[in-house]
């Protein structure tokens, strides 16, 4: 490792725990205050407001005063009883009492009792004197603690996501960067070592006028040597004429070889311009990435609650499927556009495609959160769809243009790592936001985000970049004949289209709804579907860590077993709702498909190369991919729609239990099929 990169990698070790202690510091500061500050003024509070309910119920026994009505005879006392119930669940005993014997009441009469719990106020009736009792439930303060603090660690864990991007990116592409890259090659020239020394392309600010400096010097140093290796070779076919120039000659070789020894200079200098460092174009684009990936992501937990909430217009359109147009939507524009926007991000430059995916994805969220209706919502949802697909294909190609063979498979690491970064935070973020804020809002702050993202890929990506030729995009023609291959159509339409349709459909879809039919808010939707991601991130090294050893232990390829079983336990997953588990049972489901999808991704990518073989020879790598991405996005797009169909016809349970029978059955026939897939040699594993 060059000095430099070491530098930075120390850099980046000390800032990213600087930056998690700090974080972490202050939220469990905070918690521990707002605890404090819940004990102490809650139960109070609970208390004022169980007095304002009073003077409702006050208000009604003046009514029955005033027209003479025997208070006992008073009409709607138990409806108005279950609506402020309903209303106020920290509420949970009310009760007019006569004579300390309650004529009309609700709850649970034991919280009454509790000392401190409970306030009284007299009713002037026709009758005797009667008293309005109402109690709090005892456990309320202690359950709104529980939610804050779920909400706390849920911002603990991504502002710790986000600490480890920021120091990232200080450290990979702002002006630490800069820092480490001059220490580095300071101390490779105190060492000798020019040839480890930076160019100037590698730092921005004082940085790089210093890093300039130093490569000027190192460059006039290989210049002068250069001049003296030509001078030896021009007087050395008169060496032997002269012997006083033999000995010169000998002198300076001798010089020359002991300099050479010492210092490893480079063999000429080398321009400065147009030379980029490719660790410095990645470093650049993550943050710009990762900000766009989670502007998308806040919506993710209340988009389907917010387009239920829109007005639909003169067509009759079943609530179900409306709630599941704007996802679908979304899903099918990125499928559709995206096999042709590699070509096009390379012909305008990949700086250019992002930030036109980057204005056009804050346009379309900032227009969002005035949608009046869910036609306006749609359009923008396929707007956002499109900028969206438009900046992935633009930052996949950065690595791709900026990484060799050697190095592809770090780079699509990173970027993979990018995504499921964004998706850890985005869900849970966008919960809170719209639970504190409003679906409005958070749309509103989503714009920003992405906004914020272009101006950052503006002011770091290069603009002038080394891009290379890709190859001819797959025509129809191309897409028909991988299809005709029936092991390939096979594995698209057991394995591909079910994992997405699965995902999509639970997770952003039926999981959103069942969770606010259950009475949760947003928030509680977003901390579920984060569940997803984590079990993705932790458990997508483990498996591929597991296949390789069997591959290298066994000799066979696990690929196919690890495919079924992911489906089997993702189709398990959803036959547990069938059980009466309450909201645990969403929460499970999640998180085993979390792990289900971590079983399975990466050995479901390999297998493309295993099952086309020979159709890659004919059609080429890339057309067979691509193939296999449309057809997997399209069931991204699938997902909703046949989601919101089972919703509207059976309900909640019986739509999970639906999709996660038919994955169940595609999982065990696609391991009949491919059990057999168990040749020797391995196939490459493509993000």
């Not at 804020?437 to 101006?455: D, K, M, S, V």
Request: net charge positive.
């Amino acid at each position: 490792m060059s000095a430099y990169h070491a530098t930075l990698r120390g850099y980046r070790l000390a800032a990213l725990g600087v930056v998690i202690l700090a974080v972490s510091a202050s939220i469990l500061a905070v918690a521990a205050l707002a605890y404090s500050a819940f004990e102490r003024e809650l139960r109070p509070e609970a208390l004022r407001k169980a007095e304002t309910i009073g003077h409702v119920v006050d208000a009604l026994a003046d009514k029955a005063m005033r027209y003479q009505l025997p208070l006992a005879k008073l009409p709607g006392v138990e409806e108005l009883f279950t609506s402020l119930e309903k209303q106020n669940p920290e509420i949970t005993w009310m009760a007019i009492l006569v004579d300390d014997k309650p004529i009309f009441s609700r709850g649970q009469e034991a919280h009454a009792k509790l000392t401190g719990n409970r306030v009284e106020l007299p009713l002037i009736t026709m009758d005797d004197p009667a008293v309005l009792e109402i109690a709090v439930d005892p456990a309320w303060v202690a359950h709104i603690f529980r939610e804050m603090a779920l909400d706390m660690a849920v911002i603990l864990l991504v502002s710790l996501v986000i600490s480890m991007e920021l120091a990232i990116y200080l450290t990979g592409a702002g002006d630490f960067r800069g820092v480490a890259v001059l220490q580095g090659s300071l101390r490779s020239a105190a060492a000798g070592n020019f040839r480890a020394v930076a160019t100037s392309s590698a730092a921005r600010g004082e940085a790089r006028a210093l890093l300039a400096t130093l490569a000027s010097a190192v460059d006039a140093l290989a210049a002068r040597r250069a001049q003296l290796a030509e001078a030896i070779a021009r007087r050395w076919p008169k060496r032997h004429a002269d012997p006083q120039v033999r000995e010169t000659l000998r002198a300076t070789l001798a010089r020359l070889r002991a300099a050479t020894r010492e210092y490893a200079l480079p063999s000429a200098p080398v321009p400065d311009a147009g030379r980029v460092d490719a660790s410095n174009v990645l470093g650049a684009m993550r943050a710009p990435f990762f900000l766009f990936l989670f502007s998308e992501d806040l919506s993710r937990s209340f988009l389907p609650l917010f387009a239920g909430s829109l007005p639909v217009g003169p067509i009759a359109i079943p609530v179900h499927l409306v709630v599941s147009l704007p996802i679908s939507l979304f899903m099918l524009i990125v499928a559709l556009s995206q096999p042709t926007l590699g070509t096009w991000s390379e012909r305008v430059g990949r700086r250019r495609a992002f930030l036109a995916g980057g204005i056009t994805g804050a346009a379309a969220h900032l227009a969002s959160a005035a949608a009046g209706s869910l036609m306006e919502l749609l359009v923008l949802r396929a707007i956002a769809g499109f900028a969206w697909a438009v900046a992935f294909v633009a930052a996949q190609g950065f690595v791709i243009d900026h990484t060799d063979r050697n190095t592809r498979t770090r780079g699509l690491a990173t970027f993979v790592g990018i995504i499921m970064a964004a998706s850890i935070c985005g869900p849970p973020m966008g919960g809170l936001l719209a639970d504190g804020l409003g679906p409005r809002w958070t749309f509103l702050i989503a714009g920003l985000l992405a906004a914020g993202a272009t101006l950052l890929a503006w002011r770091d990506l290069p603009r002038a970049l080394f891009v290379k030729h890709a190859p001819k995009p797959a025509t129809v023609r191309d897409y028909a004949r991988a299809l005709a291959n029936p092991r390939f159509a096979a594995l698209l339409a057991l394995a591909a289209i079910p994992a997405k349709v699965i995902v999509i459909a639970y997770c952003f879809y039926l999981v959103p709804l069942y969770v606010n039919e259950s009475g949760y808010n947003a928030a509680m939707a977003g901390r579920i579907i984060m569940l997803y991601s984590l079990m993705m991130v932790l458990g997508v090294p483990i498996t591929t860590e597991v296949v390789e050893r069997i591959q290298r232990v066994r000799h066979t390829r696990p690929h196919a077993i690890f495919v079924a079983g992911g489906l089997v336990v993702s189709g398990l997953a959803g036959l547990l709702m069938l059980m009466p588990l309450g909201l645990w049972g969403a929460t499970v489901l999640v998180f085993l498909l979390g792990i289900a999808q971590a079983m399975s991704i990466a050995p479901q990518s390999a297998m493309v190369a295993d099952v086309s073989a020979a159709d890659m020879g004919r059609l080429g790598e890339s057309a067979i991919y691509g193939v296999y991405r449309l057809i997997e996005r399209l069931g991204n797009a699938m997902g909703p729609v046949i989601a919101a169909f089972l919703l509207q016809v059976s309900g909640f349970h019986a739509a999970f239990a639906a999709i996660g029978a038919s994955v169940l059955v595609c999982g065990v026939a696609f391991y009949a099929m491919f059990r057999n897939e168990t040749g020797t040699k391995p196939a490459e594993v493509r993000a």
